[in-house]
Structures are given as C-alpha cells and as structure tokens.
C-alpha cells in the first residue's frame, strides 16, 4: 500500500491537470486517459476513486495481470502501445479501445479476432504525423489511401485519430504534429463515408498536451503528469 502523502500528490495533480484543461478549452470535453504502466494496483484503484473513467496501458501482459484486480464495470481500457500481431487475440478480449492501430494489416487480424468473439471492437488509427523513421504508424496518405477499406470492417468501430509527437522541447514542432492530425481528421470527414464519425483526436501526453489541447485534442494520454 501506499502512503497518505503520495495519495495526496495523485488528487493534486488531477485536479491541477483538469483545472488545464478548463482554462485551455473551456467548451470543449476532453477525455483523460491516464497511462498507468508500471504503475501499482493500489495507485490505479486511486485514481478510478478520482472519478477518472479511462485507464491506458502499453504492456498486454501487464495489463492482463493488473485487470484482473480492477471492477471493469468502472473503467475503459485503452490499448495505447505497439500491438503485436501475436497479442491480437487477447487485446481483443481485454481493451475497450485499442488506440495503436498502425497498420492495415493489423486492422485486419483485430477485424477477424473480434469477429470470433462476436464484438466490434473500437479503434483508433495511429498516425506518424512526424514522419519519424523508427515510429509506428500510418504516413497520413496511406490513411487517405486506405480508410474506406478499414471503415468497411465489419468488426472495427474507427472512432478517431491519434498520434505521438516526437520527445522535443520545439514548441513549433509539437505544434505542428498535432495541426496535422487535425487536418487529417478535416480531410477524412469531408470524404463522407457513410457510418464514419472520427470522434476523437487522441494527441498530448504529459510534456505536451497543453499545445496538443490548444490544437484541438479532446482525448490526452498522461502518466507521469499524475503519478511524478
């Protein structure tokens, strides 16, 4: 168990980070995923107790284990790490919605995994808005490219965009990443596709989300900005 005073710093800093959030966009509901690798039960039960509704998670087989402590019925699950095609099967099974689809071809295995389950299993598109050679993700064209053949799966649910911008203090670049998601997401809805709605632009964690909010993300990733 953890002492009073880390508990008092996690209750802190949620209500600092969603006083941010009112500041920066006051008319807008944003989506507080908060990223809890490597993070303890007791510390995750914490934050679900600060009526955080979103809990993410990178690693499939620490997410299976620390799940199995949690009352699912009160949160949703976030995939927000690389899935390997491997792990489809038990991603499938355990998230609410998978974030890092960065392929069509795991688009494709998440479609026939949830099938055999009978689910439609939501999905974001990862984007590497950044054009960074070792980060996962769709180039913006391939999304332009490819969505009407994802949208057509019968099992995914696309419900939005996201993106991870590069680890650098040039406020111009961060800036930049994000705008381009934006526009990503103007371009897609202007096509029309019928039963598409991106809901959700999925962009910012703790070092940036608040140029990310200010470039108009309604859904943030943050983990240290909680738990230091």
Known sequence: MFNKNKMESIKRNLSYLKKRIVHICPNRRVVIVVVTKLVEVDKVEEV??????????????EA???????????????LI??????????VVRLFDLIQSVDSYSLAYEINKEAEKINKVQDILLQVNTSKEKNKYGFFEEEVLNLIERLASMFNLSI???????????????????????RNLQTKISKLNIKGLKLKYLSMGMSNDYEIALQEGANMIRVGNAIFN
Do not use: W
């Open 64 to 78: 299976e284990r620390k799940f199995s402590f949690l009352q699912k019925d009160k949160v949703k699950y976030h």
């Open 159 to 181: 419900k939005g965009l996201m993106t991870i911008a590069p680890f650098v203090s040039e406020e111009d670049r961060l800036r930049d990443c994000f705008k381009r998601l």
């Open 81 to 90: 790490g690389h899935l390997q095609t491997n792990k489809v099967k038990t």
């Open 48 to 61: 679900i107790k600060q009526n955080i509704k979103n809990i993410g998670e990178s690693k499939v087989q």
